[in-house]
């Protein structure tokens, strides 16, 4: 689709798809070296992977950053109102990338400094 869109720019959405999957991949294996445990499912690579290749390398901090700031605001909302998550379990990080990458397509890539 990126191609079609984007003729001139499709190096660049596949840059974004490379390095969405590979800054994932690269952050589970370390937690998973580091705690013994599974910390971030691969599932959230292949979305990242997914945005990186709909919104470009340039919107996936972007994405990254309002998919962890939304995820953040969320929980702190439920743990004030008495429902804060459980520790023991995991929580999905996908609907947040969803979001994240939504709101990145929407408005373009945050710009920061």
């Known amino acids: 689709m990126a191609a079609w ?6 190096a660049e959405h596949v840059v ?20 013994g445990r599974e910390g971030l499912g691969l599932g959230d690579a292949k979305l ?3 945005a990186g290749a709909w919104v470009s390398w340039q919107g996936l901090p972007g994405v990254v950053l309002l998919a962890s700031l939304i995820a953040l605001i ?13 520790p023991s379990r995991r929580m999905p990080f996908g609907p947040y990338l969803c979001l994240g990458t939504w709101l990145i397509w929407l408005y373009g890539p945050l710009i920061l400094g």
């Open 5 to 10: 869109l984007d003729k001139a720019g499709v």
């Open 16 to 35: 974004g798809a490379i390095a969405g999957s590979a800054v994932f991949w690269m952050i589970a294996i370390t937690y998973r070296m580091l705690r």
């Open 48 to 50: 990242l992977a997914a």
């Open 74 to 86: 969320l929980v702190l909302l439920a743990m004030a109102l008495g429902f804060g998550p459980d």
